[in-house]
C-alpha cells in the first residue's frame, strides 16, 4: 500500500520548510535594484542580520552557500602560511578545515571524534603550545551537521582567554542560526558564518559573515581575500551594489525579510531556541523508548551536547537505511542520510539518519515523523521498544 500521494514533508537537516509567507514574498516581479523600497527593505534586512546573532558588529551578505560563507571568511582571516587550530566534531568540521587547508593555510586539527563536544581543556593546551603565536584564529562549529554535536561556544572562548593567546574564535552556526542560542557578542566570538536554508527558513543562495571590531582590524593585512569575498569592500559600502559585489539577490532579499519579522518580531527569538530545543526533546524521548527493545540510540549520548535543530540515529542492522527508503516512498516523509557517520559503500552506511527539526517546524510536525518512523519499524519488523510516540507526547505537552 502506497500512502505517500498529498503534501510530502522534507524532514532532513537543510533546505527546511519553507513558510508559505517566505514563498509568497519572493512571488513578485523584478524589483527596481537602483534606488527606492529595496533598498529600505535591505537596510532593514542587515539590521535584523545583528539581531539574530545577537551582535552589534558588521555583517557581510554573500550569493553563496554555506561553502562560500566558509571561503568568505576564510579569504579575510588569513594570509598565506598563517595557522588555524580546527576543532572538528563531525564531518563539517574536517570540511572547513580542507576548506581553509586549499587555501595554503596550515591547518592544526584537534578532532574530538563524532559523539561528543570539543573538549575546551584541549584547545586551552594547543594554545598554550603555541608559543609564538602563530595561530590566527580557532575554527569551531557550534553544530555539526553530520554529527548532530553540540559545541560550548563561550567554554571555548574562555579556554582561549585562560591560554592568554590572541587567536580569534571563527564559528560556523549554519546548522543551529535561529536554532540553537548563539550570542556573539557576549560570548566573545570574533567571526561567526550561517546560511539561509536552514534555521532563517529561505531557500539556499545567501550566505553571511559576522564579525567583530577586533576581527576587522587582525585582518586588515590578510593576502588571500579577492574582490568577491573582501568583506571590507560590503561592510563599507556607499553606493548600493557594493553591498553585493554586483546585483543583489533581490528575491532571496525578500523571503529573508519575511522570515526575519517572523522569527524576530512574531514569535521571537528566545522562544524560537525554546521550541527547537522542546521538539529535540521529543525526538530523543521516542528515541529512547526504542532503544528499549532494539538496536536504536541517538548519536550523540549526553543531552546537553545534542543540537536543537538535528538529531542523528543509529538504527543497526541497515535498519536506518531501510526505514528512509521505506518513509520517502510508502509515507511522503523524507530523512537526512547519514553524512560522515560512514562511507556510502561500507555497510555502517545503513545504520544511521537523520531527523531535521529546524526552521519553520511544529509539534504535530515532529509527532508525524516519529509516528511515520515508528509505523515503518512495524511494517519492515525493525525490532524497537514500545511507548514511543506516548513519550514524545508527554515532552509536548508539558508546561
Given at each position: 500500500?502506497?500512502?505517500?500521494?498529498?503534501?510530502?514533508?522534507?524532514?532532513?537537516?537543510?533546505?527546511?520548510?519553507?513558510p508559505d509567507r517566505v514563498l509568497n514574498a519572493m512571488h513578485r516581479a523584478s524589483p527596481n535594484i537602483y534606488e527606492g523600497?529595496?533598498?529600505?527593505?535591505?537596510?532593514?534586512?542587515?539590521?535584523?542580520?545583528?539581531?539574530?546573532?545577537?551582535?552589534?558588529?558588521?555583517?557581510?551578505?554573500?550569493?553563496?552557500?554555506?561553502?562560500?560563507?566558509?571561503?568568505?571568511?576564510?579569504?579575510?582571516?588569513?594570509?598565506?602560511?598563517?595557522?588555524?587550530?580546527?576543532?572538528?566534531?563531525?564531518?563539517?568540521?574536517?570540511?572547513?578545515?580542507?576548506?581553509?587547508?586549499?587555501?595554503?593555510?596550515?591547518?592544526?586539527?584537534?578532532?574530538?571524534?563524532?559523539?561528543?563536544?570539543?573538549?575546551?581543556?584541549?584547545?586551552?593546551?594547543?594554545?598554550?603550545?603555541?608559543?609564538?603565536?602563530?595561530?590566527?584564529?580557532?575554527?569551531?562549529?557550534?553544530?555539526?551537521?553530520?554529527?548532530?554535536?553540540?559545541?560550548?561556544?563561550?567554554?571555548?572562548?574562555?579556554?582561549?582567554?585562560?591560554?592568554?593567546?590572541?587567536?580569534?574564535?571563527?564559528?560556523?552556526?549554519?546548522?543551529?542560526?535561529?536554532?540553537?542560542?548563539?550570542?556573539?557578542?557576549?560570548?566573545?566570538?570574533?567571526?561567526?558564518?550561517?546560511?539561509?536554508?536552514k534555521g532563517l527558513m529561505v531557500p539556499p543562495g545567501l550566505g553571511f559573515v559576522w564579525l567583530?571590531?577586533?576581527?576587522?582590524?587582525?585582518?586588515?593585512?590578510?593576502?588571500?581575500?579577492?574582490?568577491?569575498?573582501?568583506?571590507?569592500?560590503?561592510?563599507?559600502?556607499?553606493?548600493?551594489?557594493?553591498?553585493?559585489?554586483?546585483?543583489?539577490?533581490?528575491?532571496?532579499?525578500?523571503?529573508?525579510?519575511?522570515?526575519?519579522?517572523?522569527?524576530?518580531?512574531?514569535?521571537?527569538?528566545?522562544?524560537?531556541?525554546?521550541?527547537?530545543?522542546?521538539?529535540?526533546?521529543?525526538?530523543?524521548?521516542?528515541?529512547?523508548?526504542?532503544?528499549?527493545?532494539?538496536?536504536?540510540?541517538?548519536?550523540?549520548?549526553?543531552?546537553?551536547?545534542?543540537?536543537?535543530?538535528?538529531?542523528?540515529?543509529?538504527?543497526?542492522?541497515?535498519?536506518?537505511?531501510?526505514?528512509?527508503?521505506?518513509?520517502?516512498?510508502?509515507?511522503?516523509?523524507?530523512?537526512?542520510?547519514?553524512?560522515?557517520?560512514?562511507?556510502?559503500?561500507?555497510?555502517?552506511?545503513?545504520?544511521?539518519?537523520?531527523?531535521?527539526?529546524?526552521?519553520?517546524?511544529?509539534?504535530?510536525?515532529?509527532?508525524?515523523?516519529?509516528?511515520?518512523?515508528?509505523?515503518?519499524?512495524?511494517?519492515?519488523?525493525?525490532?524497537?521498544?514500545?511507548?514511543?510516540?506516548?513519550?514524545?507526547?508527554?515532552?509536548?505537552?508539558?508546561?
Amino acid at each position: 500500500m502506497n500512502l505517500s500521494q498529498g503534501r510530502p514533508y522534507l524532514a532532513i537537516p537543510g533546505p527546511s520548510v519553507i513558510p508559505d509567507r517566505v514563498l509568497n514574498a519572493m512571488h513578485r516581479a523584478s524589483p527596481n535594484i537602483y534606488e527606492g523600497p529595496l533598498h529600505d527593505l535591505t537596510a532593514t534586512v542587515f539590521a535584523d542580520l545583528r539581531r539574530v546573532a545577537r551582535t552589534t558588529g558588521h555583517v557581510a551578505l554573500y550569493i553563496a552557500n554555506g561553502h562560500g560563507a566558509w571561503e568568505a571568511a576564510n579569504t579575510n582571516l588569513f594570509s598565506r602560511g598563517d595557522r588555524a587550530l580546527v576543532a572538528a566534531t563531525g564531518s563539517f568540521g574536517h570540511s572547513w578545515a580542507n576548506s581553509v587547508r586549499r587555501l595554503g593555510v596550515e591547518v592544526e586539527l584537534l578532532d574530538f571524534g563524532k559523539t561528543s563536544r570539543a573538549d575546551a581543556g584541549r584547545i586551552e593546551e594547543a594554545l598554550r603550545a603555541d608559543r609564538e603565536g602563530r595561530i590566527k584564529a580557532v575554527l569551531l562549529t557550534q553544530v555539526d551537521t553530520a554529527s548532530t554535536v553540540l559545541n560550548d561556544v563561550a567554554e571555548v572562548r574562555r579556554a582561549i582567554d585562560a591560554a592568554g593567546h590572541s587567536a580569534l574564535l571563527a564559528v560556523d552556526c549554519i546548522a543551529s542560526l535561529g536554532c540553537d542560542a548563539f550570542l556573539m557578542d557576549d560570548w566573545g566570538v570574533d567571526v561567526m558564518v550561517a546560511a539561509s536554508q536552514k534555521g532563517l527558513m529561505v531557500p539556499p543562495g545567501l550566505g553571511f559573515v559576522w564579525l567583530s571590531d577586533k576581527a576587522l582590524a587582525a585582518c586588515a593585512g590578510s593576502d588571500l581575500r579577492t574582490p568577491y569575498w573582501d568583506w571590507t569592500a560590503r561592510i563599507n559600502a556607499t553606493e548600493y551594489w557594493q553591498y553585493f559585489c554586483g546585483t543583489a539577490p533581490t528575491h532571496h532579499l525578500y523571503g529573508l525579510a519575511e522570515a526575519l519579522k517572523m522569527l524576530l518580531d512574531e514569535e521571537g527569538l528566545d522562544q524560537a531556541w525554546a521550541r527547537h530545543r522542546r521538539l529535540a526533546e521529543a525526538v530523543w524521548a521516542a528515541a529512547g523508548a526504542w532503544g528499549q527493545g532494539g538496536d536504536i540510540a541517538l548519536n550523540v549520548a549526553r543531552s546537553g551536547e545534542r543540537a536543537g535543530s538535528v538529531t542523528s540515529l543509529r538504527v543497526g542492522g541497515g535498519g536506518a537505511g531501510q526505514l528512509r527508503r521505506w518513509c520517502e516512498a510508502v509515507a511522503g516523509v523524507t530523512l537526512g542520510i547519514p553524512l560522515g557517520m560512514a562511507e556510502p559503500h561500507e555497510a555502517a552506511y545503513g545504520d544511521y539518519l537523520r531527523i531535521g527539526h529546524m526552521g519553520h517546524v511544529n509539534a504535530h510536525m515532529v509527532l508525524g515523523v516519529l509516528a511515520t518512523l515508528e509505523a515503518g519499524m512495524t511494517a519492515l519488523g525493525v525490532p524497537h521498544g514500545p511507548g514511543a510516540l506516548d513519550a514524545a507526547a508527554a515532552v509536548i505537552a508539558a508546561p
